[in-house]
């Protein structure tokens, strides 16, 4: 099982939104030459945010601090970016655009969690790969079985409420609510 959550997040990184950065001929490149002083210069910072990631508790879908319609807090759950309280109604009811204004409610919701997860699996599936440390490895395992699989922390697989914009759709989400999880 744990060959298999690296083999994921080795994979995350590969096709992650660094895919750019974090390609395998570069990474293999990186690999071979580590002992060079460019490589040895960039790596520090690198192993150092990996280091601090090893110190941070893992992000999870029931961290967020509103509840789905569903009422379930294993579902993922995030808003519209510029969709904020109709001033006009008492209870802000349906929600009104402002186009390129964001709302802070977005915050509280699961959207930045997923983001910052996948980044720190990212971060330290490289880690691991460039040092062979085990630390890492086993961190990014904790990272992925909190957030998709433990039974008490995971999410549920679905994004029924992602993009969803308070007062309209019976508080579902949207087809864009897809784009949530450009950080896989």
Not at 46 to 51: G, H, P, Q, T
Not at 93 to 115: A, H, M, S
Not at 120 to 142: D, F, H, P, Q, S
């Amino acid at each position: 099982m744990k060959k298999y959550l690296m083999a994921l997040a080795l994979a995350t990184a590969f096709v992650s939104a660094n895919a750019y950065v974090w390609d395998s001929t570069r990474l293999f490149t990186v690999k071979e030459n580590i002992n060079r002083p460019f490589y040895q210069a960039s790596l520090q910072p690198f192993i150092e945010k990996a280091d601090n990631i090893l110190t941070l508790s893992p992000l999870s879908v029931m961290d967020k601090s509103a509840l789905p319609p569903s009422g379930d807090p294993h579902d993922y759950m995030s808003q519209a970016r510029y969709f904020w309280p109709n001033p006009s109604k008492p209870d802000g009811l349906p929600y009104i655009n402002r186009d390129g204004v964001t709302n802070p409610e977005i915050y509280k919701l699961d959207r930045n969690r997923l983001g910052e997860t996948a980044d720190r699996i990212t971060t330290l599936a490289v880690a691991y790969y460039l040092t062979g440390n085990e630390k890492y490895a086993e961190k990014a395992v904790e990272l992925i079985k909190v957030w998709f699989l433990d039974k008490n922390t995971r999410m549920n697989p679905n994004l029924e409420y992602a993009q969803m914009i308070p007062g309209h759709n019976g508080g579902k989400g949207r087809c864009y609510g897809l784009l949530d999880t450009y950080s896989f």
